[in-house]
């Protein structure tokens, strides 16, 4: 299957490109160590791949609504 294919299929099923998917799921990875409670954001932020921890909270915030911090202290109880 050729890139362009592969990125036309993807984009067909979830309605998000590579990259936006790609990251979507860093951010859910990231949702979940946050809820564990055993790390800081900035540990999660480089766990999951992100070098920047500003653009991690832009688009954390932009996904679920809330910044890492309120998430964290949200707790694994009250889910977004």
């Given at each position: ?6 990125y036309r299929k993807l984009k067909a099923i979830t309605g ?24 800081t954001v900035a540990e999660v932020t480089y766990e999951v ?32």
């Amino acid at each position: 299957m050729s890139r362009t294919q592969l990125y036309r299929k993807l984009k067909a099923i979830t309605g998000q490109s590579a990259n936006e998917f790609i990251r979507t799921m860093r951010l859910k990875r990231a949702a979940q160590l946050l809820e564990q409670q055993q790390l800081t954001v900035a540990e999660v932020t480089y766990e999951v791949g992100f070098t920047d921890l500003q653009h991690f909270r832009e688009c954390f915030k932009k996904l679920f609504g809330v910044t890492p911090s309120e998430y964290a202290q949200r707790g694994p109880e009250n889910p977004a």
